[in-house]
């Protein structure tokens, strides 16, 4: 019984010299550890909903501190100008960074529907 204490002691310290029996059966039960209980314990660890990016958005350099952007209208979808502005942001920003929108316009094609928005923007 003394020699089982010993052996489980030695387990909690971790006293075995690598490539031995022991250090081997160690090593074995934490990879089983990591890839088995998985299925049966929920850790409830799942990864962070990400938004998808923006189809196409150029940047351009406008004077020292200003930006230009070029969103596609696609990727907005508001009905209001606030709702428009806001949603601009919302786009422009993991690009850039926060930033104040100036001024924004929107492209139309010959039929009068919005292709693209273009958006001055300060930092």
């Known amino acids: 019984m ?5 052996t489980i002691r030695s387990y909690i310290w971790w006293t075995h ?3 031995s029996f022991h250090y081997d059966v160690m090593v074995t039960l934490i990879l089983l550890f990591i890839f088995v209980t998985p299925y049966f314990i ?3 660890d799942k990864p962070a909903e990400r938004r998808p990016r923006p189809r196409s958005v150029l940047v351009l350099p406008d004077g020292e501190n200003d930006l230009v ?13 606030e709702e428009v502005q806001a949603e ?3 786009i422009i920003e ?4 926060y930033v104040k929108i100036k001024r924004w316009a929107a492209d139309k094609d010959q039929s009068g529907n919005v292709v693209t928005y273009h958006v001055w923007v300060r930092r």
Do not use: C, H, M, T
């Not at 003394?2 to 010993?6: E, F, G, L, V």
């Not at 952007?69 to 100008?81: E, G, I």
């Not at 993991?94 to 960074?97: A, D, E, F, K, R």
């Open 2 to 6: 003394k020699k089982i204490w010993q």
């Open 17 to 19: 010299e690598r490539g």
């Open 42 to 44: 929920n850790y409830k």
């Open 69 to 81: 952007f070029r969103v596609d209208a696609l990727d907005v979808k508001a009905n209001s100008d």
């Open 88 to 90: 601009l942001q919302r």
């Open 94 to 97: 993991p690009i850039s960074g």
